[in-house]
């Protein structure tokens, strides 16, 4: 990183580079900086000007500072810069000094391309302008890379040095520069206490969810689910359902735990129906912050909607009431699908709650307006969740006429 002089540095560090190479060939001449002029001697010149900065588009995002929940920056921030440089050279022609202060600029700078900690440390030291640069700390020091203008862009280039002869020119980009805010970090929370604890790396694991009376079975509220697993009986585990704390009762087994999904085991709240996650939790011991409890396992489940049609389901004319667990909440999607129990051309219709004040959030029952149904006939019900579908009733006596046969919810239309 570098502070408000590190752009400075780079030119200066350049332009010395160059005046070394002019210097080790044997061909005298100076390196200047500023922008190029009209020039009236013959003397060897070589003239650096920085006429462009571009963000670099691969480290801009490099370092960025985080922030608390004050809104505070916990860290400087940096700008990442590519510095373009038009590298001009005059002298006699008749002895070709434009061309050959070109040939040792050009080599110097692909024999050498960074602009080396030494360098820097040496025009930092000559200059008093530079003296409270700290470029030379920084990780990655600048690199020089010629850039390949055509002519058109060359001309537009010189164009825009009124009343300037062109001179023979190249272009190089130097990056990448980092240049450094002075946002301090905000300081942490003082430490007020020192302690030991000692925090096992393992855990209990989850392997299944399912319900506890067959895995082919859909899980509803009130029905019981099993979560197969691993060092599931420890004394300390908890298990915590939708972001509620589930209460254990006594059938707890190293790989085996049952529960009911009811208000009571989640400590009076209840979750709504769709994906569900569950996590195994270990809280941090005695004494310790809560910070460091530990998540050592989750896995995620889906509850379906159990719908259930009471007797007076249809004790309004043109309108249908069922009951829905868990209850329905404000802004989830419902529909009710009710399908002809026919063989041939059944009808089939779909229905949206009616609004409230008619259906208030939470539901545990919920009204629609039926229409376009055939009477006398008799439907299958199927209550539709945010895309989840209660689970229909399946006969699952053996020695029924409609074994494993759907018979149910049904809705019978007088």
């Known amino acids: 990183m570098g502070n408000h002089l590190a752009i400075a540095t780079v030119t200066a560090a350049l332009r010395q580079a160059i005046q070394n190479a002019m210097t080790a060939d044997g061909l005298g001449g100076t390196a200047q900086v500023g922008r190029p002029e009209a ?47 038009l590298i001009s050279f005059s002298g006699a022609a008749k002895t070709y000094d434009s061309e050959r202060l070109l040939g040792s600029v050009t080599r110097a700078l692909e024999h050498q391309p960074l602009i080396t900690r030494a360098l820097m440390e040496q025009v930092i030291h000559d200059d008093t302008t530079l003296a409270k640069s700290d470029l030379t700390r920084a990780a990655e020091v600048p690199r020089a890379h010629p850039l390949n203008l055509s002519l058109d862009e060359m001309s537009k280039l010189w164009s825009v040095f009124f009343q300037v002869p062109y001179l023979l020119s190249v272009a190089y980009s130097l990056g990448c520069v980092f240049v450094e805010t002075s946002t301090a970090g905000s ?49 300390d585990l908890k298990l915590r359902i939708a972001g509620h704390d589930a209460l254990l009762g006594s059938a707890v087994t190293p790989e085996r735990i049952e529960l009911v999904l009811s208000s009571a085991t989640l400590g009076g709240g209840d979750i709504p129906a769709g994906p569900v996650l569950l996590q195994a939790v270990i809280p941090p011991a005695s004494g310790a912050a809560i910070q460091i409890e530990r998540i050592t396992d989750s896995a995620t489940f889906l509850l379906r909607p159990a719908l259930t049609v009471p007797p007076t389901a249809l ?100």
Do not use: C
């Open 315 to 414: 004790a309004v004319p043109g309108k249908i009431t069922v009951n829905v667990a868990p209850k329905v909440r404000d802004g989830q999607t419902v529909r009710l699908l009710l399908d002809e129990r026919v063989a041939a051309n059944p009808v089939t219709r779909q229905f949206a709650p009616d609004p409230p004040p008619a259906n208030p959030f939470p539901a545990a029952a919920l009204t629609f307006s039926i229409s376009g149904l055939r009477s006398p006939s008799s439907y299958y019900a199927q209550l539709m969740v945010d895309g989840v579908a209660s689970p229909p009733v399946i006969d699952l006596e053996p020695t029924s006429p409609t074994f494993r046969q759907i018979t149910g919810p049904t809705v019978n239309i007088p």
């Open 187 to 235: 300081p942490g929370p003082p430490v007020t206490s020192v302690g030991l604890g000692i925090v096992p790396m393992d855990g209990p694991t989850i392997t299944a969810i399912e319900a506890a009376d067959g895995p082919l079975l859909p899980i509803v509220w009130g029905g019981k689910i099993a979560i197969k697993g691993t060092r599931l009986s420890r004394p």
């Open 39 to 85: 020039v009236t001697g013959q003397d060897l010149l070589v003239n650096l000007f920085l006429y462009q900065v571009t963000p670099n588009a691969a480290a801009r995002n490099a370092v960025m500072p985080s922030r608390g929940g004050d809104g505070r920056s916990h860290g400087p921030s940096a700008v990442a810069l590519d510095l373009h440089y």
